[in-house]
C-alpha cells in the first residue's frame, strides 16, 4: 500500500510539473507573441514634428549665424559614435527619445542645413533653435529662428513631402503626425530677467501676458497648418537651472523664487488657453505637458532617480557654462550619469528619459 501511495503521489507530482512547463511555455508564447507584435506594429503615429528652443534642438543653429551653438565637444560625449550634432546634451534629447519609444526612428534630425533623405522627411523633422522664444525680441537677441518662422520651414517642408509622397498621403501624414512645441524658457530666462529690455515695460504679469499672447498666435497658425496631435511643453522650473541660481540666487545659489514663480504663472495661464482653444478646435488633440513637476521633484530628490548632483551641470564648474561657454577647454565631470543637468541649462541624456518617460506615461494615452 505504501509504494502504490509512493507511486500515486509520484505520478501527481509529475503530473503538476507537466502542467506548469505547459503553462510557462504558453505564458512564455504569449509574452513572445506580445513582443513581436509590438516590434512588427506599425507606429501610432507617422511622424514627430518639432518647433522651439534648445531643448529639441538637434542642430538647427549649426545652419545660422549665431554664438548659441554646441557643435563642438564636450557636447555629444555620449551620443551615437560620441559625435557633436548640435544638440545641446551630452547625448540624446526629448524629441530623439519621444521618436524612439513611440517607434517611429531613433533620432529626429535637424532640417536646416541638412541634406535629408525622403525616409528622414517622411518620418519627421524638428525646426527648433536654441534659444529662440515667442516673445519676438528673444530670437533677435540671440540670432535664432524666430517661432513664425519656423513655421515657414514648415510650410516649405510641406511642399517637399507633398513631392515625396503624393497629396493624399502628404495630407495624411500631416494629419496624424505628433507635433511637440517647446519654448518660452529664454523668454523669461533671458529676455526678461538677465536683460533691460522688457523689464522697463513689462512686470512680471504683463509681461507674461504677452508671451501668452503670442503662444496662443502659434498655437493657432499651426492649427491652420493642419497639425491635428499637438504637445505643447510647458515651462520648467526656471528658477532652479544652474544658470539661474548662479545669477540670481545668491552666495548660495538658492533656487530663485522670483523666477519660479514666473514660470508657474505662464504654465497656469497657457494650460487655460489650450482649455479654451480646444474647446474651438472640433477633432484636434491639444494636450498641455506639465514638466515643471518632474524637473523640480528631480531637482529637489535627485537620489530618488539614481542622480546625485543637481543645483550644478557636468560641463565646467556647471555654474554658468553652457554653449560655447561649454568647450573642449574644459574638464566635465567624472560621471555625468549621477547629474541631473548636462550643462548649466540643459539636462543630461538620463535625466531627459526620466523626464520623456513620464511625460508619455501620463499623456501619451491622450494623443493616440
Not at 521618436?99 to 541638412?114: D, F, N, T
Not at 519654448?183 to 504683463?206: C, E, K, M
Request: hydrophobic fraction near 40%; proline fraction near 6%.
Amino acid at each position: 500500500m505504501e509504494s502504490r501511495s509512493i507511486l500515486h503521489g509520484a505520478s501527481q507530482l509529475a503530473t503538476l510539473h507537466l502542467s506548469v512547463v505547459i503553462l510557462s511555455f504558453c505564458f512564455c508564447s504569449q509574452i513572445l507573441a506580445f513582443a513581436v507584435n509590438q516590434t512588427t506594429s506599425k507606429p501610432i503615429v507617422p511622424a514627430i514634428i518639432l518647433f522651439g528652443d534648445s531643448i529639441v534642438d538637434p542642430g538647427n543653429n549649426n545652419a545660422i549665424k549665431t554664438i548659441v551653438k554646441c557643435n563642438f565637444p564636450p557636447y555629444g560625449k555620449d551620443f551615437i559614435g560620441h559625435v557633436p550634432t548640435g544638440r545641446f546634451c551630452n547625448g540624446k534629447i526629448p524629441g530623439d527619445l519621444i521618436a524612439s519609444s513611440l517607434g517611429v526612428k531613433e533620432i529626429v534630425p535637424a532640417y536646416v542645413g541638412q541634406k535629408l533623405g525622403a525616409e528622414d522627411l517622411l518620418t519627421g523633422v524638428s525646426f527648433a533653435s536654441g534659444a529662440t522664444g515667442y516673445d519676438p525680441l528673444t530670437p533677435v537677441i540671440a540670432s535664432a529662428i524666430s517661432m513664425p518662422d519656423q513655421l515657414k520651414l514648415f510650410a516649405e517642408y510641406k511642399g517637399k513631402l507633398k513631392e515625396i509622397a503624393g497629396e493624399e498621403r502628404a495630407n495624411n501624414i500631416i494629419a496624424e503626425s505628433l507635433y511637440v512645441v517647446c519654448s518660452g524658457t529664454d523668454d523669461l530666462a533671458n529676455t526678461y530677467f538677465i536683460t533691460p529690455f522688457r523689464q522697463a515695460h513689462y512686470d512680471v504679469p504683463s509681461y507674461v501676458n504677452l508671451l501668452i499672447g503670442y503662444s496662443s498666435q502659434f498655437i493657432q497658425k499651426l492649427h491652420q497648418m493642419g497639425a491635428r496631435k499637438i504637445a505643447y511643453v510647458g515651462l520648467p522650473p526656471i528658477g532652479c537651472l544652474p544658470s539661474q541660481r548662479t545669477l540670481g540666487g545668491g552666495p548660495l545659489r538658492e533656487c530663485v523664487a522670483i523666477r519660479n514663480e514666473a514660470a508657474m504663472l505662464y504654465n497656469s495661464k497657457i494650460n487655460a488657453e489650450i482649455n479654451r482653444l480646444s474647446r474651438i478646435f472640433k477633432g484636434t488633440k491639444l494636450i498641455y505637458l506639465d514638466i515643471y513637476t518632474i524637473i523640480l521633484d528631480l531637482v529637489q530628490r535627485p537620489s530618488v532617480y539614481g542622480f546625485e548632483v543637481s543645483n550644478k551641470g557636468c560641463c565646467g564648474t556647471g555654474a554658468i557654462e553652457v554653449s560655447v561657454l561649454c568647450n573642449p577647454k574644459l574638464p566635465t565631470c567624472p560621471d555625468d550619469t549621477k547629474y541631473v543637468f548636462w550643462d548649466s541649462y540643459h539636462p543630461t541624456e538620463g535625466a531627459y528619459k526620466i523626464i520623456v518617460d513620464y511625460l508619455l506615461q501620463r499623456y501619451l494615452k491622450y494623443l493616440s
